[in-house]
């Protein structure tokens, strides 16, 4: 049977330190049940061990704004995820093991959380050694998945690292656009979208998905984005216009992008629509849509388009019905330094794009 020796030079043993097992302990004693508390203390562990690692490789992480630091999600949920800044929310899963012993490929490792099996860029498996004091990342995985990890699913730090890096690479800077500088794969929205057919308005505006669908955390993580002011609340609906002009009459640049979420969609595509209108302050408006591909003439079922904010946090989102003929967010406005993500996502499909203004 194969087997994966964990060493010194294939992965990083990392000295538990008295602080890490203090603040354990103590995350463990706000717990009622035995259970939980030993479930909330490894969990801290491992994160603490992934912070501290992350660390030696230079990558910041946002521990304190992290769903694992919040004392009333730690106790109502398995979460132990760790932010990493401007990228998303990094999971970690811990296992027990013998920092001296090997472990066979096919060893399982445990389960995901269904809580957190969404919305967060990966899985890191942290090994715990009580008796040695020692943590050990053995590796990660992408995606949940079925929830169950495998050590032959583990890719190795050095992937993750790389990963991270690409992550933070593929960033969309807006402000280039209105230089007519464009990433790639940002295209001509009327190279994407029909050039023939009318796009229908909504009959009632303000009755609109994503109007129902902000809840109140939302709202107050969008006014932190956005400003008290909440920019503009005209009905999204009326920054539309028909047959094959700019779908945004009042941005200054708008460009697409066509989203692959592979078998969730049978190979089909959706078409991302970003446009920004500068403001007289300097701030810039933001309005995003998602269209079918020309060939189709509704979204799939259930497709969601959210807006996340640098720190993870779900600001709004918007999900779609049958025979939707595009989804919108409510348009919103930003500074300059803001860091944000648009999510498109099906079942357990989902592809995120970063941007920085």
């Not at 521990?63 to 919040?70: P, Q, V």
Request: hydrophobic share 40%; proline share 7%; charged share 20%.
């Amino acid at each position: 049977m194969n087997s994966t020796q964990i060493l010194p030079e294939e992965t990083l043993p990392l000295p538990i330190p008295r602080q890490n097992i203090e603040t354990a302990l103590t995350f463990a004693r706000e717990q009622s049940e035995p259970q939980k508390a030993e479930q909330v203390g490894l969990n801290t562990l491992a994160v603490l061990a992934l912070r501290n690692y992350l660390d030696l490789m230079a990558i910041a992480t946002n521990l304190e704004g992290s769903d694992s630091w919040n004392p009333v999600l730690r106790t109502t949920a398995n979460v132990a995820d760790l932010i990493i800044s401007n990228i998303g929310q990094l999971e970690c899963m811990p296992v027990r093991i013998n920092a001296n012993a090997s472990l066979s490929s096919e060893q399982f490792l445990g389960s995901i959380p269904p809580e957190v099996r969404w919305e967060r860029i990966g899985y890191s498996v942290v090994g715990i050694d009580e008796k040695e004091r020692v943590a050990v990342p053995l590796g990660f995985v992408k995606t949940a998945g079925t929830g169950e990890i495998y050590v032959r699913d583990l890719q190795d730090l050095p992937t993750l690292l790389d990963y991270l890096a690409n992550l933070a690479r593929d960033r969309v800077h807006l402000n280039l656009w209105f230089a007519a500088l464009f990433s790639a794969n940002w295209q001509a929205p009327e190279s994407l979208l029909p050039s023939t057919s009318e796009t229908a308005m909504p009959s009632n505006p303000t009755s609109s998905p994503w109007w129902q669908n902000l809840a109140d955390a939302g709202r107050q993580a969008w006014e932190r984005l956005v400003g008290e002011d909440g920019g503009d609340l005209e009905p999204a609906g009326l920054a539309f216009r028909r047959g094959n002009e700019m779908p945004f009459p009042e941005a200054d640049v708008c460009r697409a992008k066509l989203i692959d979420l592979g078998i969730s969609l049978n190979d089909r595509a959706i078409v991302l629509l970003v446009a920004l209108a500068k403001q007289a302050d300097e701030r810039i408006k933001i309005l995003v849509r998602a269209n079918p591909e020309p060939e189709n003439p509704y979204l799939p079922q259930n497709l969601q388009l959210a807006l996340v904010g640098d720190n993870g946090e779900i600001l709004q989102s918007v999900t779609s019905r049958n025979q939707d003929l595009y989804i919108l967010l409510k348009p919103f406005t930003v500074d300059a330094g803001t860091d944000f993500q648009l999510r498109v996502s099906l079942d357990s499909a989902r592809v995120e794009e970063s941007f920085s203004v």
